[in-house]
C-alpha cells in the first residue's frame, strides 16, 4: 500500500511522476473549475487544459497570459514535463506516460476515473492566449496498483463498515457491467446531495469504465 494518493491534500493539479510508476492530474468540470477539461463523446478521451503562470509571477492575470512551459529560471514547468513526455512517445523513445486522473466531484470529494495514457499535447488559443491541451486516453492497463484493486483515496472517505456493507452486497462486481477489476466505491449523487449521508443506500461499486461513462451524464 505504498501507492496511494492522498488526494484531498495534493497542492497542485499536475504532478508529473510523483509516483515511480505513474504521474496523477486532477480535473474538474464544474462550472466554477479554473480550467476547461473534458471527457470526449468517445467516453475514453480527457482533454485537460494545462496550467497558468502562478498568481504570483508578474502582478498580472495569468489568464491572459500564455501558459508556460518552462519557469523563468529555465526549468520545465509541470505543462513542460508532460509535454516533454508526450514528444518522447511520439518519437517512439518510450512508451505513452500512464497518468492516473481524478475527478473533483463535489467539495472535498474526489473520484478516480482511473489510469490514462498520455498521447498528445496541442497548442490551441483560447481568445486571449495560447494554453495547451492535453489528451489522454484510457488505458488498457488498469491493474496498476496491483496491492488492491479499490481506490484507497477515494474509499477513505467512507465508513469501513459501510463499505463492507455494500461489496458484500454488489459482490465485488461492478454492478452495471460485472467487472472485478479496478472497481470503486461509487456515490449515487442524486441521492447523496452532498456526499454526506454515507449509507450503503447511497453507494454501489463502479468499474472506472463504468464511472466515467455515469459521470459524464451528470452534467
Ligand atoms: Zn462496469
Not at 491541451?133 to 481506490?151: A, C
Amino acid at each position: 500500500m505504498c501507492d496511494i494518493e492522498n488526494v484531498q491534500t495534493l497542492q497542485r493539479g499536475m504532478n508529473f511522476r510523483m509516483n515511480p510508476r505513474y504521474s496523477v492530474i486532477l480535473m474538474s468540470r464544474r462550472s466554477n473549475a479554473p480550467y476547461s477539461d473534458k471527457i470526449l463523446e468517445d467516453g475514453i478521451t480527457i482533454e485537460y487544459e494545462g496550467h497558468d503562470e502562478p498568481k504570483i509571477s508578474y502582478g498580472m492575470d495569468p489568464k491572459t497570459l500564455d501558459q508556460p512551459c518552462k519557469t523563468r529560471n529555465g526549468t520545465l514547468t509541470q505543462n513542460g514535463k508532460f509535454i516533454e513526455s508526450v514528444e518522447k512517445y511520439k518519437k517512439g523513445l518510450s512508451n505513452a506516460e500512464t497518468v492516473k486522473v481524478y475527478e473533483k466531484i463535489l467539495s472535498g470529494v474526489w473520484s478516480s476515473k482511473g489510469f490514462f495514457d498520455l498521447v498528445d499535447c496541442k497548442i490551441k488559443h483560447d481568445g486571449k492566449r495560447n494554453v495547451y491541451v492535453f489528451s489522454l486516453r484510457l488505458s488498457n492497463e488498469q491493474d496498476i496498483e496491483t496491492d488492491s484493486s479499490i481506490d484507497l483515496a477515494h474509499t477513505r472517505l467512507i465508513p469501513s463498515e459501510v463499505k463492507k456493507e455494500v461489496w458484500k452486497r454488489d459482490n465485488g462486481r461492478c454492478v452495471i457491467c460485472g467487472s472485478i477489476k479496478n472497481l470503486h466505491f461509487d456515490h449515487d449523487l442524486p441521492f447523496s446531495k452532498g456526499g454526506t449521508s454515507l449509507t450503503a443506500k447511497n453507494i454501489r461499486l463502479l468499474c472506472a469504465k463504468c464511472n466515467l461513462a455515469k459521470s459524464d451524464k451528470i452534467e
